[in-house]
């Protein structure tokens, strides 16, 4: 059986390679890094990955709930936010997108 794969969605490279390397640790198959909103919606349509972990915040025109809400539109791929901290205006918005949950950043 194959493993799922994994895109992980987060501006901050750092960030994207530790969980990268924890998720692989685990046996997770982390098909792909993406950096923006925009990246995230073309790579989620070219590998269609089991799974997105998104940053709710992302750097540049589209945050990571505007990404969300694109792939979930056209995919049914469960998303699940990374967040280090976000307002509640923000988490409201992320909310509306029917996410699969939420997870606090290392």
Do not use: F
């Not at 799974?51 to 049914?76: F, N, P, Y």
């Not at 990374?82 to 409201?92: I, P, S, V």
Request: no cysteine.
């Amino acid at each position: 059986m194959a493993k799922p794969k994994i895109l992980i969605v987060d501006d901050e490279s750092n960030t994207s390679i530790l969980i990268r390397n924890m998720l692989e640790e685990l046996g997770y198959n982390v098909a792909s890094l993406a950096s923006s909103g925009k990246e995230a919606i073309q790579k989620t349509l070219q590998i269609q990955p089991d799974l997105v972990l998104m940053d709710i915040i992302l750097e540049g025109e589209m945050d990571g709930v505007d990404a969300a809400r694109q792939i979930h539109d056209s995919l049914d791929v469960p998303i699940v936010y990374l967040t280090g901290h976000a307002d509640d205006d923000l988490l409201y918005r992320a909310k509306l997108t029917e996410p699969y949950g939420y997870i606090i950043k290392p």
